[in-house]
T-cell receptor, first 112, second 114 residues
C-alpha cells in the first residue's frame, strides 16, 4: 500500500532564506507527483506536477525534483517571502487514474 | 483562469440529515473526484467519476455516499444520514483528458455535523 510522508511537519524560517521540503513515498511505481499549497481553511492550489519520466519542474521561485527509484521528491523554495507561509502538500498518483495519495503536509512559516 | 467551484462553502447539518455538496468542475475536464480532509488529518480520496460512472472508490465511500453528474456542468456528492464523524472539509477536483494530468481542486465545503 502506497504511503506518503512529508518531513518536517513544520518549519519556521526568516524571510529571504532558501528552503527544501521533503516528500517520500513507499512504492516507486508512480505515474506522477504533484505539489500543492493549502492556506488555512482553504482549498488546494496546484504548484507543480512532475511526471514519472521527469527529474524536475520549475515555476518561478519553486523547483520540484523527483527521484522515483529512491521514492523521494523535494520542493525547493528560493528567497522565501512571508506570503509563502502555508501548508505544502505532496501527492502521488499511483496509476493513470488520477486518484491521489497525499502526505500530511509541511506547514511553513516565513517570518518578516 | 478556469477553476473548480464548490458550494456551499460551509454547511451545518443535524446528525441523521442528508446533505448534498455541489461542484462545478472545469468545463472541458472529463475526470472528477471527491476527497475529504478531517481536521488535522491527511487529505483522503473518496471517489473518482468518469464517463458518467464511478471508476474507483475508497473504503470510506460506503452506501451512505453517492455521486451524480445530473447535467453537463454539476457534480454532486450526497451524504445520507450524516454522522458526527462525517464532519470534514470536502474537496472536489477535476482533471483534463487523462487521469495522469494536473488535478485542480475547489475551495472546499466545510461540513459540520452537530
Amino acid at each position: 500500500k502506497q504511503e506518503v510522508t512529508q518531513i518536517p511537519a513544520a518549519l519556521s524560517v526568516p524571510e529571504g532564506e532558501n528552503l527544501v521540503l521533503n516528500c517520500s513515498f513507499t512504492d516507486s511505481a508512480i505515474y506522477n507527483l504533484q505539489w500543492f499549497r493549502q492556506d488555512p481553511g482553504k482549498g488546494l492550489t496546484s504548484l507543480l506536477l512532475i511526471q514519472s519520466s521527469q527529474r524536475e519542474q520549475t515555476s518561478g521561485r519553486l523547483n520540484a525534483s523527483l527521484d522515483k527509484s529512491s521514492g523521494r521528491s523535494t520542493l525547493y523554495i528560493a528567497a522565501s517571502q512571508p506570503g509563502d507561509s502555508a501548508t505544502y502538500l505532496c501527492a502521488v498518483n499511483p496509476a493513470n487514474t488520477g486518484k491521489l495519495i497525499f502526505g500530511q503536509g509541511t506547514t511553513l512559516q516565513v517570518k518578516p | 483562469e478556469p477553476e473548480v467551484t464548490q458550494t456551499p462553502s460551509h454547511q451545518v447539518t443535524q446528525m441523521g440529515q442528508e446533505v448534498i455538496l455541489r461542484c462545478v468542475p472545469i468545463s472541458n475536464h472529463l475526470y472528477f473526484y471527491w476527497y475529504r480532509q478531517i481536521l488535522g488529518q491527511k487529505v483522503e480520496f473518496l471517489v473518482s467519476f468518469y464517463n458518467n460512472e464511478i471508476s474507483e472508490k475508497s473504503e470510506i465511500f460506503d452506501d451512505q455516499f453517492s455521486v451524480e453528474r445530473p447535467d453537463g456542468s454539476n457534480f454532486t456528492l450526497k451524504i445520507r444520514s450524516t454522522k458526527l464523524e462525517d464532519s470534514a472539509m470536502y474537496f472536489c477536483a477535476s482533471m483534463g483528458e487523462g487521469g495522469g494530468t494536473e488535478a485542480f481542486f475547489g475551495q472546499g465545503t466545510r461540513l459540520t455535523v452537530v
